[in-house]
């Protein structure tokens, strides 16, 4: 393996959160063994968006809260959601 390859493959690994390219590369094999790896070569149309650690828990808080019926509201026509949202 050329230096270049594991070091553009340690960043990406960090990048998806394994602390080492060891670590990606157990996870893989582990998945390949039990046949629970799927594997797809296509072209990447755009650029990932990575929330922030405040971003994050910010969405994870209002899944919660959609998941609960909680902090939901309704409209009955367009007029009632536009008199909402300018409140």
Same mark, same amino acid.
């Given at each position: 393996?050329? /230096?270049e390859l594991k070091t553009a493959a340690e960043a990406v690994s960090s990048d998806?959160?394994?602390s080492s390219l060891q670590e990606t590369i157990r996870v893989i094999l582990n998945k390949l063994s039990k046949k629970e790896l799927t594997?797809?070569? /296509?072209e990447k149309t755009e650029e990932s968006i990575v929330l922030s650690a405040k971003a994050r828990k910010r969405y994870e808080q209002m899944t919660d809260d959609f998941a609960k019926g909680k902090n939901i509201g309704s409209a009955k026509n367009v007029d009632d959601l536009f008199k909402q949202l300018q409140s």
């Open positions: 393996m050329s /230096r998806y959160g394994f594997i797809s070569i /296509r």
